[in-house]
């Protein structure tokens, strides 16, 4: 098997897979948005309660693959706490950690647990699984639009 | 074990497909550094260079437009283009090749049917029977169609093991009923529908059938006299032919009474300002230049097909399916949707908490190629209450050693996934 594939699904994102952190509907969120990925059914909910420009909680439901579900986890265990500001500053790190803009070292102090996603970026199909939890809880924030689809 | 053993010798000795892989050049390279095992020909088939040799000779020596030109040329592509209906009508064993459109595959095959016979038909209140497992491109085109006319759609369901369940057919069809349409084999489940019962039952009633055909004339002997079916589609491609060619099958009586599909060149047969006549059939439904290579490469295709002779490449996979699917039973955590007796070689499953799309991802980098999704059966998903499956699907070029080697695979991504 390649490395790169090893890379793709490292430990930490089959065990955030396995065990997904923050897994649970939110009745007093602020924020709420679904996204969707049709081509290949992956679908999650995402809440989001925020207070005085403060993430206070995070959590989402749903399903899909390994990558995405993962993504999903970490995503939320990452803006948990965090600014608006921040939380739109991690957005676009990740972003251009899968689609291989920037390399993980670039953003080694900032990224933590993100950076085991940068291997997303040597298989382009896999870039929708690993963004759609992350665009939902942007695009909630932003108040876009009542669904997201990454096709 | 030894039972096994000479059963795959005694089925060698039918069908060896060591003798016709050579002739599939895409088959003979590697894909992440390990030979391509293609198992997914559910979505498409791959091409022998016999196909690919027609196409290529047509461009060299024959291009010209169909139906019109006086010179050779012209005359060479027509005489290769209706040769292939001919060809395309004997398949199936159709009394003529009048009976013979050509489209662009099994979905407009079906938006022909829904198009130029529904429209014209169908009236307020009147109501289409399918089943609960079509492909989308068999129920899609009925929505659109009923939601226009005022029309209904009614379902037959499936059952837990993939088949479908009678005693609601019996109750749904009804006067009301104007067409029964159901998928002959299932894309999902592999099941092979009983499809002379589903139509004696309707024609009892006096209601045409039509039978989406794609995934069951590419591995089945049919015959239409026999089937008596009213309508049925299917596509080029998932029986070694081209992409963009497909035909649509119907009774005589049903096609003169149809309206055309589209209008354009060569539908018509007088044309005026105002208005104009339209064409004998099949003509009167091919509007514009066909898919001419394509037409090419379908007959070279359905040559290729009888040469090695449909029965024989039932039988060859009935058995391979058979073993594949005793090889996976053994798999702890294996789910495996549809167990009809009368089936396909097409398989549908679940590896424990495995997501089908990372599966398929493993598989691949190991050289495998399957299907991953809901396979254009959303509402079969739905019913079995899942997202998606992982699909492996054969054809008469798969070996029992390639499936040896996809079970070992199966294995060892649950030790990777689970680590």
Redesign the interface.
Known sequence: ??DE?REL?Q?II?EHNRSPRNYRKMDDCTHVLEGRNP?????YIIYLKVKDDIIEDVSFEG?????S?ASASVMSTTIKGKSLAEANEYFEIFHKLVTGEADADAYFEKAGKIAAFSGVSE?PV?VK?ASLAWHTMHNALENKADKVSTE | MEALQSEKINIKTTLDPYKYRPDFPILSQKVHDNTLVYFDNAATTQKPIQVIESINQYYRISNANVHRAIHLLGERATNGYEEARVRAARFINAESERQIVFTRGTTESINLVANSWGRKFLEPGDEIILTEMEHHSNLIPWQLLTHQMGAKLRFIPFKADGTLDFPVFEQILSNKTKLVAVIHMSNVFGTINPIKRIIRMAHDRGVPVLLDAAQSVPHLPIDVQNLDCDFLAFSGHKMLGPTGIGALYAKVRLLENMDPYQGGGEMISSVWLENATWNEIPHKFEAGTPNIAGAFGFKAAMDYLDNIGMQKITLYEQAITTYALDKMMEIDGMIIYGSAPERGGAISFNLGNIHPHDLAHYLDQQGIAVRAGHHCAQTVMRKLNIAATTRASFYFYNTFEEVDYFVEQLKSAVAFFNF
């Open positions: 098997m390649k594939f699904y430990e089959l081509l290949c059914g992956d679908h399903s899909g693959c390994a990558i579900k298989f896999r699984c």
